[in-house]
Nanobody, 116 residues
Framework: QVQLVESGGGLVQTGGSLRLSCAAS????????MGWYRQAPGKQRELVAT???????NYADSVKGRFTISRVNAKNTVYLQMNSLKPEDTAVYYC??????????WGQGTQVTVSS
């Protein structure tokens, strides 16, 4: 059994910051990539940012320069620092990790709401 526990969501004003955390635990074999996705009401889930085990990152164009993804391998934890938040960043944010044989695991989601 694998568990992903997310935290850090909430309500913030435009221009504010939030930091999301996601910790993986349980029977997970050698985490490979970790990442964040989001889903706004009425829209499909989309990639926000990913990071490989070795620290290579990838960002959606809409968040480049504002969001930073990082991870601590020893803690099986991934973070998303979100700065200069905009109302269009409002969504449920999901953590996703893949193990060494590319099995995906998803967190339960955390709500981020940016007020204008």
């Amino acid at each position: 059994q694998v568990q992903l526990v997310e935290s850090g969501g909430g309500l913030v004003q435009t221009g504010g910051s939030l930091r999301l955390s996601c910790a993986a635990s349980g029977s997970i074999f050698s985490i490979n990539a970790m990442g964040w996705y989001r889903q706004a009401p009425g829209k499909q889930r989309e990639l926000v940012a990913t990071i490989t085990r070795y620290g290579s990152t990838n960002y959606a164009d809409s968040v480049k320069g504002r969001f930073t993804i990082s991870r601590v391998n020893a803690k099986n934890t991934v973070y998303l620092q979100m700065n200069s938040l905009k109302p269009e960043d409002t969504a449920v944010y999901y953590c996703k990790v893949t193990d060494a044989i590319e099995r995906p695991y998803w967190g339960q989601g955390t709500q981020v709401t940016v007020s204008s």
